[in-house]
């Protein structure tokens, strides 16, 4: 059974920094494309960042550039995501995904990390 | 960026009613089209990708069609488990976008 678990969630000041992590069980991390996606409460979904099975390749929506790092750890089948500079619109439920069929469709949905950013 | 618009954005139906929600796409995605069922305090779960094809486990009820900007999602009969909200994306390219959601309420 595939499990993926988010961690590292919590309440932080604007301007501070956050690493989430997500830990995968069940299927073969190593071979899919992995991603973050993040919803604001009561808001829909939206997209953050993805990383290639080795990580060569990295892709950000807009909002984030330059203050998101994705990244990835396939001997410990983990995702990471560091977050700097962050700020209240940065609030959200922070999803780990992973996409196996098509890169860019989540096959796999994490239960999500909440990040507060509130001073 | 492309952008999903999802209509209607609530819609309230009973047990045992086929119903339909559609999402439309500001420039043409091809079959680059998912549908995802979420329940509160869950993350979403697959139902539909490449526009039609149905993910495995996905009850049969379930069916989606379209390609170029114009797709469907139908539930042919509504069951109890199927109240909640559904969200399109498209992953034809970079930024992929969701719709802004469908609530299913219980009329």
């Known amino acids: 059974e595939v499990h993926l678990v988010e961690s590292g969630g919590g309440l932080v000041q604007p301007g501070g920094s956050l690493r989430l992590s997500c830990a995968a069980s069940?299927?073969?991390?190593?071979?899919?494309?992995m991603n973050w996606v993040r919803q604001a409460p009561g808001k829909g979904l939206e997209w953050v960042a993805s990383?290639?099975?080795?990580?060569?390749?990295?892709y950000y929506v807009d909002s984030v550039k330059g203050r998101f790092t994705i990244s990835r750890d396939n001997a410990k089948n983990s995702l990471y995501l560091q977050m700097n500079s962050l700020r209240a619109e940065d609030t959200a439920v922070y999803y780990c995904?992973?996409?196996?069929?098509?890169?860019?469709?989540?096959?796999?949905w994490g239960q999500g990390t909440l990040v507060t950013v509130s001073s | 960026d492309i952008q999903m618009t999802q209509s209607p954005s609530t819609l309230s139906a009973s047990v045992g009613d086929r119903v339909t929600i559609t999402c439309r796409a500001s420039?043409?995605?091809?079959?680059?089209l998912a549908w995802y069922q979420q329940k509160p305090g869950k993350g979403p779960n697959l139902l539909i990708y490449?526009?039609?094809s149905l993910e495995r486990g996905v009850p049969s009820r379930f069916s989606g069609s379209g390609s170029g900007t114009e797709f469907t999602l139908t539930i042919s009969s509504l069951q109890p488990d199927d109240f909640a909200t559904y969200y399109c994306?498209?992953?034809?390219?970079?930024?992929?976008?969701f719709g802004q959601g469908t609530k299913l309420e219980i009329k």
């Open positions: 995904a992973g996409s196996g069929y098509d890169t860019g469709l989540f096959d796999y």
């Open positions: 069940g299927f073969s991390f190593s071979a899919y494309w």
């Open positions: 990383i290639k099975q080795g990580g060569s390749e990295r």
């Open positions: 420039q043409s995605i091809s079959s680059w």
């Open positions: 490449k526009a039609s």
């Open positions: 994306q498209q992953y034809n390219s970079y930024p992929y976008t």
